[in-house]
């Protein structure tokens, strides 16, 4: 069962992202640069939402949102890498509540491995940003697996079970021998995002496989929420991707789109009677204090299954394959 799905969890994250909502106002109201477009350098943006501290622009010549003005880049690696007391306390939330270590999943129908072991059913695979190792317990099943993580905390915790490599891609020069690669939930918080790819590309071997997922500007769910939709909590967005943000992406760094999909309409009906009646307490998705509100997530995401309605680009988040060209 989703930890999503468990109230007592989400009454917890709402207290939380109160305290980052916090810390985004005082982030908001000290040094800002403005910036041009960290995807092609243009400089001709133009508003897309505001989240009610930060302004998101979006840049016509290809489509990347982004923050902007936005917190110094070097304050939000110095997060990642430091001991920031949010994100500490995020992991002891999500430990709590963590029901162990998962058994082998089914890799053919499993969200997070379909993709990948439709393509490359083995070999070597580096999960960048991995975090305690949510994601390498899931994989290690079926491929010979590595992360990559900044943090030092959360590198002890994964490096307890896997092979993990603690820094920055960029400066720990790798070989060049993984045959995939995945990015699960990053993208959208860093600062150089053609950098980043750039240095993926250094480390696959010829055809790797990329596997990313990250949030999707192009979503129903970030129509009707603008800045309040999820992908815009607080201050650790940088940039938000849609299908041709992607290619350009893409076509700047070395790869080509095997394959693309968006997945999670995100859309509640709790939510939008939140959203449109109380919009003073409405957390996109974490509005629990709800009667039968965790009931309404079980129930609705099963009848979007059961309907298997093709949400084609308009999912709240992007999965998209990319080879090394
Ligand atoms: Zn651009």
Known sequence: MSINYRQEYNLEIRGWLERVFEKAGRLA?????????????????????????????????????????????????DGFTGSDEL???????????????????????HGKLRDIYGVRPEGRLLDVGCSVGDFLHLAKYFYDVEGVEVNPATTAIAAQHFRVH???????????????????????????????????????????????NTPNSDSYATRLFGGKCCHFYGYTTQNVFNPEALSHLCAKAGFRILTMRTEWLDIYTADLREFYDRPDRFIHKRNTHLPDYERGFVVEDEAQRQLGQNLGQRGNYLVALLVKS
Request: with cysteine; proline share 9%; charged share 20%.
């Open 29 to 77: 109201a000290g040094s800002l640069l403005r910036r041009s477009c960290p995807l092609c350098g243009g400089v001709d943006t133009r508003p897309f939402v505001n989240n009610g501290f930060f302004d998101y622009d979006r840049c016509p010549g290809c489509a990347l949102v982004f923050q902007n003005p936005t917190v110094d880049p070097q304050a939000v690696n």
């Open 166 to 212: 603690c820094g920055f891609l960029s400066d720990l020069r790798l070989p060049l021998v993984y045959d995939i690669v995945t990015l699960n939930q990053i993208l959208y918080g860093v600062p150089d995002p053609v950098g980043l790819l750039r240095d993926i590309h250094a480390v696959l071997k010829t055809d790797g496989i990329l596997c990313l």
């Open 87 to 109: 994100l500490e306390d995020y992991f002891k939330i999500s430990a709590k509540y963590k029901t162990g270590v998962p058994t082998k999943p089914d890799p053919r129908s």
